[in-house]
């Protein structure tokens, strides 16, 4: 029965991180269609891209609440078990990554259709497993994520930061005050799936040509510094 509960669980998990928040918000205030921006993914970051920064500020936010629930919703189905909580998460993020909701026909260049899924990154939704898991765990995983998003300026590093820093502060948590080490696994699975979806982005971070955020001071620093090569080459 527990098994059973926690496939429950799951399955309800990734419903809820499939729910498409950024596509709602960029629709409702431009009437686009956010994947036709940027990356072509409906997170917050490239939502502030698509229609401006506090337009992706909320798509974050309720990014991060629907995950948040989908752990809280995995626990109370199927009885406070560890696993099924993170469980939950990790389905949550992958429901946030490859949403049902987006499901769509496309054609590949050997003229063969298939299904592809679409969606975000995991990097909001992965904030808000972690918070589900343990609230504490936002003032260690966030900071992270906010300091390679704002300061270093790479939506895919700050990303994976996430989930790198969700495994380092459940790891902590569980070999020095007795966590459950099923929350390791979230943190783990939670990177692979970030990793996955980030693939493009990981090859151009190789060769350099990887996207800046224009909000981060290294965006603002080579917006600057174009700036001042353009009037000098005048």
Same mark, same amino acid.
């Given at each position: ?13 990734? *419903?809820? $991180? ?7 918000? !960029? ?60 469980? $939950? ?11 049902? *909701? ?47 998003? *704002? ?17 380092? !502060? ?37 060769? $350099? ?26």
């Amino acid at each position: 029965m527990e098994i059973i509960l926690t496939v429950v669980g799951t399955a309800l998990g990734y *419903f809820c $991180g499939s729910i498409p928040f950024g596509l709602i918000i !960029v629709r409702l205030k431009t009437g686009q269609d956010v994947r036709q921006f940027g990356s072509g993914r409906t997170g917050g970051t490239n939502v502030a891209r698509a229609a401006g920064f506090w337009a992706g500020l909320v798509t974050a936010a309720l990014d991060i609440f629907k995950v948040t629930f989908a752990v809280w919703l995995a626990s109370w189905v199927a009885g406070g078990n560890g696993w099924a909580e993170a469980l $939950g998460g990790v389905a949550g993020i992958l429901g946030h990554n490859n949403s049902i *909701f987006l499901l769509q026909r496309v054609t590949t260049e050997a003229g063969r259709t298939r299904l592809q899924f679409q969606g975000g990154a995991g990097g909001a939704s992965a904030i808000g497993g972690a918070i589900g898991l343990w609230p504490l765990s936002v003032a260690f995983i966030l900071p992270a994520g906010l300091f390679f998003l *704002f300061v270093i300026g790479y939506a895919s590093v700050a990303t994976m930061a996430v989930g790198l820093a969700a495994i380092v !502060v459940f790891a902590v948590r569980a070999m020095y005050y007795g966590g459950p080490w099923a929350h390791v696994a979230f943190g783990a699975l939670t990177l692979l799936l970030q990793v996955w979806a980030l693939r493009p982005n990981i090859e151009r971070l190789m060769n $350099g040509s990887e996207r800046v955020f224009n909000k981060s001071l290294r965006g603002w620093w080579l917006a600057r510094r174009t700036g001042e090569m353009s009037k000098q080459s005048k």
